[in-house]
């Protein structure tokens, strides 16, 4: 795994997010966790120093809905692990499976400052598979880089499975086709659950079953539903089929999630909205504009920001959330929406998300406020190790960003 450093980076603007900015500030990192947060922060002898001469220190940025190493870039069909569309629940996949962490787009988040991605199966089933969150770089294999693999499932709604199987002939063809491929599943894990609990009781054998398995943990609150949902009758479909069956729904998309801010508020349901650099491709997201968010976000709705990568480049996940300051959404909110806010919603707020004690060393230096399109990630690091550094005097005065290598790293 990427190794745990011990650094201090002092004389740095800190933003910690989840508090108060701190003004000439120091960040202390023992064996690649953060041990301590302010102006007055004793380094001990011998760990590295790093002056940040005044330059903004944030925690990584967090993905919160992505496809990066599943759907690797200019690979083609060979590269495209995202949708096993072959059955319309794939409740026993699992997104870890099919993670290619040497694919390009790794490179590029830590260049666009984001440590950290949820990854996850795509949108063409009604239930597409179990989620995992990763650090963006730093394993041998992408198991030293999971931050949690109980995290979520993924699930759609709207017009991609009512598409993919509608051209199949198969069901689930129409929204309620759609509706009713999850109801069922919650239904049979159901059923499961008490079986295998009346079973386990008696000391009698049981078949297990993955899929069930996983959609029994869903019901206990284990695992969030990340359901991708664009339109606000089928945001109203999703907030149903939550209440049925009493899981912790997270909306994934939310175009129109604005038009019912104030049952989402009223719901503390939060959105995780984007991608919204995209044109309008499909009838579901011709509603789509930044200002969205910040009227979700307004109306008390708890927000984060998706690139959707590979539909958006996951380094420009920092640009939507300035986008979305220009179009009225709070500054501090938007930041929060691509730090604390998806660590918090997905339960990897005890890791990351934040500048504070007992978090990973996760924390990217700025050479100024990174909601300015004219600044830049300078230095990155993960788990205290510096992973990635802007060079501004390389390709011939250009500049360009190194990414410390796996070859070198573990040589």
Do not use: C
Not at 177 to 199: E, L, P, S, T, W
Not at 378 to 404: C, K, L, M, N, S
Request: hydrophobic content about 40%; aromatic content about 6%.
């Amino acid at each position: 795994m990427t190794t745990r450093s011990s650094i201090a980076i002092t004389h740095a603007y800190v933003v910690p997010v989840a508090s108060a900015p701190i003004e000439d500030g120091t960040v202390l990192i023992e064996d690649g966790v953060i041990t301590a947060v302010g102006q007055d922060v004793v380094v001990p002898d011998g760990v590295e120093t790093i002056d940040a001469q005044g330059r903004w220190l944030l925690p990584g940025f967090v993905e919160a809905h992505g496809h990066i190493g599943i759907h690797e870039e200019g690979e083609g069909w060979a590269g495209n692990d995202t949708n096993e569309m072959t059955d319309p629940n794939g409740s026993a996949l699992r997104a870890i499976d099919a993670v290619q962490i040497d694919e390009e787009g790794f490179r590029d988040a830590l260049a666009g400052g984001v440590t950290t991605a949820v990854i996850k199966p795509g949108s063409g089933n009604p239930i597409g598979g179990q989620t995992v969150a990763i650090k963006t770089w730093g394993g041998r294999t992408i198991d030293e880089q999971v931050i949690s693999d109980s995290v979520s499932v993924k699930s759609a709604l709207g017009e991609n499975p009512k598409r993919v199987y509608g051209d199949k002939k198969q069901l689930p063809s129409t929204r309620l086709g759609v509706a009713n491929v999850i109801r069922k599943a919650f239904v049979d894990a159901q059923n499961y659950a008490a079986k295998r609990d009346a079973a386990a009781e008696e000391g009698k054998p049981f078949d297990r079953d993955l899929g069930k398995e996983t959609l029994a943990r869903v019901l206990a609150g284990e695992l969030a539903w990340d359901q991708h949902t664009h339109r606000a009758d089928d945001i109203a479909t999703a907030i149903r089929l939550s209440e049925e069956f009493g899981y912790r729904l997270v909306i994934n998309h939310g175009t129109e999630g604005h038009l019912v801010a104030d049952v989402l508020a009223e719901k503390d349901i939060p959105v995780i909205y984007g991608p919204m650099f995209v044109s309008r491709s499909k009838v579901e997201v011709r509603h789509r504009a930044n200002r969205n968010i910040a009227a979700m976000a307004a109306a008390g709705v708890r927000v984060a920001i998706t690139t959707d990568h590979p539909v958006i480049p996951i380094n420009f996940l920092v640009h939507q959330a300035s986008f979305a300051a220009r179009d009225g959404l709070p500054r501090e909110t938007a930041l929060a929406a691509i730090t604390a806010n998806p660590a918090s919603f997905l339960r990897l707020d005890d890791r990351v998300g934040s500048i504070k004690e007992g978090l990973d060393g996760d924390v990217v230096l700025w050479s100024g406020d990174p909601l300015d399109t004219d600044q830049r990630a300078e230095r990155v690091f993960i788990t205290g190790t510096e992973v990635y550094t802007w060079d501004p005097a390389a390709d011939a005065g250009r500049g360009a960003g190194r990414v410390q290598e796996r070859s070198a790293r573990f040589a």
